[in-house]
Nanobody
Framework: QVHLVESGGGLVQAGGSLRVSCVASGRTISRSSMGWFRQAPGKARELVAVISGGGATTYTAQSVKGRFTISRDNAKNTVSLQMNSLEPEDTAVYYC???????WGKGTLVTVSS
């Protein structure tokens, strides 16, 4: 079993930055590809970014490309998402998950004010 806990969400003005992190417990996630997803009010959950187990390969959705960066620290069993140049459209609950969908955190709310 893997328990994922996100943190770092909050309220920020448009143009600002936030860093959300996800700490895993229960077992190591160093071999697991991990993803950040988000779900805005009234919208479907969408994939934001993915990082491979070793961290060498990443994917970032077009909607956040150039603004968001996914990273991981396997020694700390954590995955992070650095979010810059935030826009009101980025307002959502952000979730981390193993990319196979087996394990999800409960999410952290990011609110971007205009």
């Amino acid at each position: 079993q893997v328990h994922l806990v996100e943190s770092g969400g909050g309220l920020v003005q448009a143009g600002g930055s936030l860093r959300v992190s996800c700490v895993a417990s229960g077992r190591t996630i160093s071999r697991s590809s991990m993803g950040w997803f988000r779900q805005a009010p009234g919208k479907a959950r969408e994939l934001v970014a993915v990082i491979s187990g070793g961290g060498a390969t990443t994917y970032t959705a077009q909607s956040v490309k150039g603004r968001f960066t996914i990273s991981r620290d396997n020694a700390k069993n954590t995955v992070s998402l650095q979010m810059n140049s935030l826009e009101p459209e980025d307002t959502a609950v952000y979730y981390c998950a193993t990319i196979n969908g087996n394990y999800w955190g409960k999410g952290t709310l990011v609110t971007v004010s205009s």
